[in-house]
């Protein structure tokens, strides 16, 4: 019990003194982190096969850091948290088909062009209502909430549902929750091959303009863009740029009016065992490499700050008692989303940057202690006055009153309402694929975007939760049966 | 200093408004029996508390043994908790509802304190906790949990618990009180067989028949301040005050 305690202290702090993984070394090139959405096809996405990230971004980048000597690192990430995540430095670029617009050029440093495509607006298939971007006035798209598209859809005045990525829209203008989307052709035409859909269409431009495609990096970076801008010229003169496109596309994107990209042989269809068979291990992996860990680490820090905090809360000492209930308080009256967020993008910019794994441990430990101090005071509380005289007439100060005798007959009033808190915290930690983390909710999500298999994926990583969750019940059962030797006969 | 085992002095505590000790002064000698009567309120209850400091008193004077405490003078904090710890240290502890700790042994009840607090070595610790079992007639649960003992037994266990800190002195709060009629003999008669072993022994208890057997010293108490002490033969065979008269009259119409 004790060693518990004091190693779930001991990780606690080296969470906290070690905050970012150590700096390069001069010697070594340049390590350049690459935020994507590793959901978008064909532009990034993982092969279904090998599970690697790919796609047409991904290969670009590939070939502009061999051009310009870096190293990369692939951080994957939904559309509407990689601005932020370019802004917390926890990326260094962005290679996602950003598209180049007044905002972000003056915000950002954008490089070159590396794809010329255009908007289109898709509708269900013979929704005649929807022609062009005109018809879009009062009708409702589903976007990526921060994306150049949602702007041009919000500009022909349309309402725009956030989802994250382009087979969510298309999954609800297919269920008929949204009128239409407006997206890259490209990525369009990708979707229509892939899943041979005939219940949306394209109805026709967005607008005249066509849209160029940049990466986008933090302007204070501007020798990191200038060796991306040199490597760009030099891919397009050297015809590299062309030959990804090709592969892709079957036309060169990299240039204007390169003609019209086709990709109607698609990835080809796959069945749904297929699909299932091939993700359940990446899940697996998600699901012992994260979503355990950090559900385990975060439950036994949190169980120590809740002890703490339930101390603090139940002490005679005014202020003490004041913070705690204020602790308690706050976490109990915000969302644990919101507490994630401020943890992840808030801190970083007073200067507490963690990695996202810690970061997520760090606020959902705190969640839990929030939650579970409650728990825990009111568990001491129940046990009877007399226990603390007796103890003292023993001899016992508080500490060993408290680890000898009250804290063992708390356990058995706290350990059903504690088991809850982890069966909670478990299925919350599907909140950090939010920050980055490639847990095992993330996995399925990354696959559905591939596939379009939203019902079998997400039943399927359901019954990875479930499974654990029935464990843990197991686990408690056997927990409260030995705690209660000492009172049922 | 004779042979004098507990000496108060003085003592005055009150919770809130209320007065419950209004000026306790009395001493037990070594080796005695000292039984508190007095009807509920009266503030006996307190006055033992108050010698093993779970009730910190306002003011006066308690010294067992070697160890004196002016809680006049006490100082605040963490200071004043020590010396109420060490005051503390020289007492045992029988409770009217004997607090077993649920979770521990019935040897481990006993050993927790010896072991844990006075860091005593274990296997000196455990032989003696075995024979003070044997002396309480429980030698044969040593390993039962106290859920699995009658309430005599708990109670003797909750004796022989506060025996095994080798304190100065045994405190008896109401010790039979919560026991069904039939087994608040079995308990009685070890408290008897610890007077006559000479064991200095402080008993707050409505058993009068007890009180006249065993008791080398009486303290009537009533509205937190001594009314009549003495013998047993003196205090209850032949009161002088007409409260403790009252009160006999009744507890012993009763009981």
Redesign the interface.
Same mark, same amino acid.
């Not at chain 1, 005289?389 to 100060?397: D, R, V």
């Given at each position: 019990m004790r060693q518990v305690f004091r190693g779930a202290v001991l990780l606690l702090l080296l969470l906290i003194v070690v905050p970012a993984p150590a700096n390069a070394q001069q010697e070594q090139p340049p390590l350049v982190r690459v935020g994507t959405e590793g959901t978008y096809p064909p532009f990034s996405f993982h092969d279904p096969q090998t599970q690697e990230l790919t796609g047409y971004d991904i290969e670009v980048v590939k070939a502009i850091a061999a051009k310009a000597g870096w190293r990369l690192e692939f951080v994957e990430t939904q559309w509407d948290a990689i601005f932020p995540a370019l802004d917390a430095s926890r990326i260094d670029l962005i290679a996602n088909q950003v598209s180049r617009n007044p905002e972000r050029a003056a915000k950002y440093g954008l490089s070159s062009t590396y794809t010329y495509s255009r908007g289109v607006i898709v509708r269900r298939t013979g929704d005649d209502r929807i022609k062009s971007i005109a018809d879009l006035s009062g009708k409702t798209t589903a976007q990526s909430s921060t994306s150049n598209w949602a702007k041009v859809a919000r500009e022909a005045g349309a309402n725009v549902e956030a989802v994250e990525g382009f087979a969510q829209a298309a999954a609800l203008l297919q269920q008929g929750r949204v009128d239409a989307i407006v997206n890259d052709n490209i990525a369009v035409l990708d979707y229509l091959a892939t899943t041979g859909s005939k219940d949306v269409e394209i109805a026709g431009d967005a607008g005249q303009a066509g849209s160029e495609q940049v990466l986008a990096l933090r302007q204070a970076d501007s020798a990191l863009l200038s060796q991306a801008n040199q490597a760009i010229d030099a891919l397009k003169a050297d015809g590299t740029l062309r030959g990804i496109s090709q592969k892709y596309f079957k036309a060169d994107v990299s240039v204007q009016d390169g003609g019209a990209a086709d990709l109607s042989e698609g990835r080809g269809p796959r069945s749904t065992g297929d699909i299932l068979a091939s993700t359940a291990w990446p899940m697996f992996v998600g699901l012992v490499k994260v979503t355990i860990p950090l559900t385990a680490l975060s439950f036994a820090i949190g169980l120590v700050l809740a002890l703490l905090v339930a101390l603090a809360r139940i002490s005679p000492y005014k202020v003490l008692s004041g913070l705690a209930r204020a602790f308690i308080s706050i976490i109990r009256g915000t969302p644990l989303l919101l507490q994630l967020f401020i943890v992840f993008y808030g801190l970083p910019q007073i200067g507490l940057k963690f990695p996202p794994f810690t970061a997520a441990v760090v606020a959902f430990s705190l969640n839990v202690a929030g939650y579970a101090a409650e728990v825990i005071r009111s568990a001491i509380l129940s046990v009877?006055r007399?226990?603390f005289?007796?103890?003292?007439?023993?001899?016992?100060?508080y500490a060993?009153t408290l680890r000898?005798?009250v804290l063992?007959?708390a356990a058995r009033t706290a350990v059903p309402p504690l088991s809850n808190t982890l069966l909670s915290l478990l299925k919350d930690t599907s909140l950090g694929s939010v920050v980055l983390l490639t847990e095992l909710f993330r996995e399925s999500q990354l696959a559905a975007a591939e596939s379009n298999e939203f019902l079998a994926l997400y039943a399927f990583a359901g019954l990875y939760y479930w499974v654990i969750c029935v464990a843990l019940s197991a686990g408690q059962k056997r927990l409260e049966t030995r705690l209660n030797?000492?009172?049922i006969? | 200093m004779t042979d004098i085992r507990i000496e108060v002095t003085g003592l005055k505590k009150s919770f809130g408004s209320l007065d419950v000790l209004r000026g306790i002064d009395f001493a037990s000698e070594r080796g005695t029996s000292t039984v508190l009567l007095g009807p509920s309120g009266s503030g006996k209850t307190t006055l033992l508390r108050s010698l093993?400091v779970?009730d910190t008193p306002d003011s006066g004077v308690v010294r067992i043994d070697d160890v004196s405490v002016d809680f006049s003078a006490l100082p605040p904090g963490k200071a004043g908790r020590a010396e109420g710890?060490r005051l503390?240290?020289q007492?045992?502890?029988v &409770?009217q509802?004997h607090?077993? &700790?649920?979770?521990?042994t019935v040897l481990q009840n006993l050993t927790?304190?010896p072991v844990?607090?006075?860091k005593r070595p274990v296997d000196e610790v455990v032989a003696e906790a075995r024979s003070l079992l044997d002396q309480v007639g429980l030698a044969d649960k040593a390993d039962s949990?106290?859920?699995?003992l009658s309430g005599g037994q708990q109670q003797r266990v909750g004796i022989a618990?506060?025996l095994a800190?080798k304190p100065r002195v045994v405190l008896f709060d109401e010790p039979t009180s919560a026991l069904d009629p039939e087994l608040v003999g079995e308990v009685l008669a070890v408290i008897k067989d610890l007077a006559s072993e000479g064991w200095t022994t402080v008993v707050v208890t409505h058993e009068i028949r007890f009180a006249e057997r065993v008791a080398d010293q009486v303290l009537f108490l009533d509205g937190g301040v001594i009314v009549e002490h003495g013998t047993p033969g003196q205090v209850i065979g032949d009161p002088r005050e007409e409260r403790t008269r009252k009160f006999l009259r009744r507890v012993l119409d009763h009981g």
């Open positions: 009877p007399g226990q005289e007796a103890a003292s007439t023993i001899g016992f100060g060993q000898r005798i063992p007959q030797r000492y009172v006969a | 093993n779970l710890a503390r240290a007492s045992g502890m &409770f509802s607090n077993l &700790f649920p979770h521990r927790e304190g844990v607090a006075q949990y106290p859920y699995q618990r506060a800190l």
